[in-house]
């Protein structure tokens, strides 16, 4: 890590990450979600809304792709091992 914020990626942007991990990661000391990523633009618009500042993006590869310490891989779970993958 570069520097005092650590800066998370959330990888999915459906209700639970909306509900629970933004909502969750926005109160936490020292963090600051600066990637937002869906494939949908409903989902992605409200989570950007959630997120002031985050940059939205379409999908993993380019969420990964910025300048990110911590991934949250908030996909369908038939999903997540292709993102964890990827992320790794």
């Known amino acids: 890590?570069?520097?005092?914020?650590l800066r998370v990626a959330v990888v999915g942007c459906g209700q639970i990450a909306r509900h629970v991990h933004l909502p969750v990661l926005r109160q936490l000391p020292g963090v600051r979600v600066t990637v937002v990523a869906d494939s949908d633009p409903a989902s992605l618009a409200a989570a950007?809304?959630?997120?002031?500042g985050a940059r939205p993006v379409a999908?993993?590869?380019?969420?990964?792709a910025?300048?990110?310490?911590?991934?949250?891989?908030?996909?369908p779970t038939g999903q997540h091992a292709a993102a964890a993958t990827t992320v790794l």
């Open 59 to 64: 999908c993993v590869e380019d969420a990964v």
């Open 66 to 75: 910025r300048d990110v310490d911590a991934v949250v891989v908030a996909l």
């Open 1 to 5: 890590m570069t520097s005092s914020v």
């Open 48 to 52: 950007t809304r959630l997120a002031p």
